[in-house]
């Protein structure tokens, strides 16, 4: 069975820094791609980042301030946020695949205010 | 970026009778490759999305086969032949034809 958790979030003020972590089990986790997707609160989906063997892509609301890697050896995924913004706010999805978003995690929420 | 429009954007439905949701994209999602980039996901109330439809039309592990997807190009219709209480939730359609994602903004579907 597919799963992925999420962890990492929290509240930070606005110009600071969190690290999301997204632990992958019940796949081969090194085959695939892997993104991020975030739903602000009452809104809709909005794509952050894909990592894959193309390369890492990001939405350009979070370039240059976002990071996503991952490790392998440990069947994890990480979202690095710096410079956060209020705008940022939202629950943050770790979602298995490149094309085809097939297993979604439960989120974990950022909530970046004063 | 693509832009990825829905209708309507709230849909009450008599339980047991269809539904239809549109999808339109600024622009062709058919990749290079043949293939059209184009899903529908479900978020029903509190809970994460899940995918129903990919490609087009082909229906994920485990989705019921009242649902349908069809198009092609720019237009794209996800259908719901008799409307069971747990398909109540959010609907949005999703290209991944090209970077960046982008997600329609969501069809509400409930009950009447």
């Known amino acids: 069975e597919v799963q992925l958790l999420e962890s990492g979030g929290g509240l930070v003020q606005p110009g600071g820094s969190l690290r999301l972590s997204c632990a992958a089990s019940?796949?081969?986790?090194?085959?695939?791609?892997m993104t991020w997707v975030r739903q602000a609160p009452g809104k809709g989906l909005e794509w952050v980042s894909t990592?894959?063997?193309?390369?890492?892509f990001y939405a350009d609301s979070v370039k240059g301030r976002f990071t996503t890697s991952r490790d392998n050896s440990k069947n994890t995924l990480y979202l690095k946020m710096n410079n956060l913004r209020a705008e940022d706010t939202a629950l943050y999805y770790c979602?298995?695949?490149?094309?085809?978003?097939?297993?979604w995690g439960q989120g974990t929420l950022v909530t970046v205010s004063s | 970026d693509i832009v990825m429009t829905q209708t309507p954007l709230s849909s009450p439905v008599t339980l047991g009778q269809p539904a239809s949701i549109s999808c339109r994209s600024s622009q062709s999602l058919l990749h290079s490759d043949g293939k059209t980039y184009l899903s529908w996901l479900l978020q029903r109330p509190g809970q994460p999305p899940r995918l129903l439809i990919y490609?087009?039309?082909n229906r994920f592990s485990g989705v019921p086969d009242r649902f349908s997807g069809s198009g092609a190009g720019t237009d794209f219709t996800l259908k719901i032949s008799r409307v069971e209480a747990e398909d109540v939730g959010v609907y949005y359609c999703m290209q991944a034809t090209q970077f960046p994602r982008t997600f329609g903004q969501g069809t509400k579907v409930e009950v009447k």
């Open positions: 019940g796949f081969a986790f090194s085959s695939y791609a």
């Open positions: 979602v298995k695949g490149l094309a085809l978003l097939d297993y």
């Open positions: 990592i894959g063997g193309l390369g890492t």
């Open positions: 490609e087009i039309s």
